[in-house]
């Protein structure tokens, strides 16, 4: 009688990047969510591992004046679809544009429509210091492609479970990168951070694969995100998702969002060696 053998794993799998806990990325068949239309769905911190990295490319650092006056723009744009959505609220059952999220309110821009499966985003952020609270750590179940604008007095801090790799620039110098320990995970677990400062006046383009995770905080009032959303036609369906809602295609790391000190610094704790670099790609 012959011993059953173990299925070969298929081409993808087989050269699929893993990390060094040998987690793989999601099978791009597959949900990743339990409940599709759960807009707080959270992921057990203690078993999380990210299957890759995300990778930052800064673009270009501006003039104060002409930085602000973009970021104001796409604010603007973000500001007056939420105010349009109060005074003519989506009816039920149609795209609702404006929506929310933890960093910011959202706007999409460009809808998908048939035979195009991405869309667009804009984000105006949220100050963490001026609402003393911090967005949570999370995970998409696409892959997303964001460009982060800052103007005068603005940071935003990119952090991630895993290295987050920084791409050489002409335009900038080495970015500010430093880990700290993810706050309020459960007792007895140490999770270690891993974080990179945009500085103000500056775009810089961030790829964050499925299933990778991040966290976006912005210091100051001068910040807006230009999000591309590659599959989302396809993730809501291999979802089951009813709609297009940011939250429901997102799933958090933590039930509850830490205070403003845990997220705003944008330097190591004095306890926390500075690596030296950033990983290279």
């Known amino acids: 009688m012959t011993q059953p053998t173990e299925a070969a794993p298929t081409e993808a799998a087989a050269h699929a990047p893993t990390d060094p806990a040998g987690a793989v990325p999601p ?20 078993t999380h591992r990210d299957p890759d990295r995300n990778r930052l490319t800064p ?3 501006l003039p104060p004046e002409a930085a602000l006056t973009v970021v104001d723009a796409l604010a603007g744009l973000v500001r007056t679809a939420h105010r349009e959505e109060a005074e003519r ?11 929310v999220f933890e960093e910011g309110d959202v706007f999409m821009l460009e809808p ?11 984000m105006d952020f949220y100050d963490t210091t001026a609402r003393d609270i911090c967005s949570r750590m999370h995970l998409h179940t696409g892959l997303r492609f964001v460009r982060m604008m800052t103007g005068p007095d603005t940071t935003i801090r990119v952090s991630s479970l895993s290295p987050v790799t920084v791409r050489p620039s002409a335009a900038f110098g080495p970015l500010t990168a430093f880990t700290d320990e993810l706050p309020d995970t459960p007792e007895g677990v140490r999770r ?15 790829q964050i694969p499925r299933g990778v995770s991040h966290q976006f905080n912005a210091v100051g009032p001068n910040a807006v995100i230009d999000s591309v959303h590659p599959e989302e036609s396809i993730e809501t369906l291999r979802e089951g998702m009813s709609g297009y809602r940011m939250m429901a295609q997102t799933i958090f790391l ?28």
């Open 59 to 61: 673009v270009v650092r």
């Open 89 to 99: 609220p989506a009816p039920d059952g149609t795209l609702k544009r404006a929506q």
């Open 27 to 46: 099978d791009p068949g597959t949900r990743m969510k339990r409940s599709p239309d759960h807009e707080d769905e959270i992921l057990d911190v203690r």
């Open 112 to 122: 998908p429509f048939p035979g195009f499966f991405a869309d667009r985003y804009l």
């Open 254 to 281: 933590a039930k509850d969002r830490s205070p403003a000190d845990t997220c705003a610094g944008t330097t190591a704790p004095e306890d926390v060696p500075t690596p030296e670099d950033v990983p290279a790609p």
């Open 192 to 206: 270690e951070r891993h974080n990179v400062i945009v500085p103000p006046n500056s775009w810089v383009d961030m």
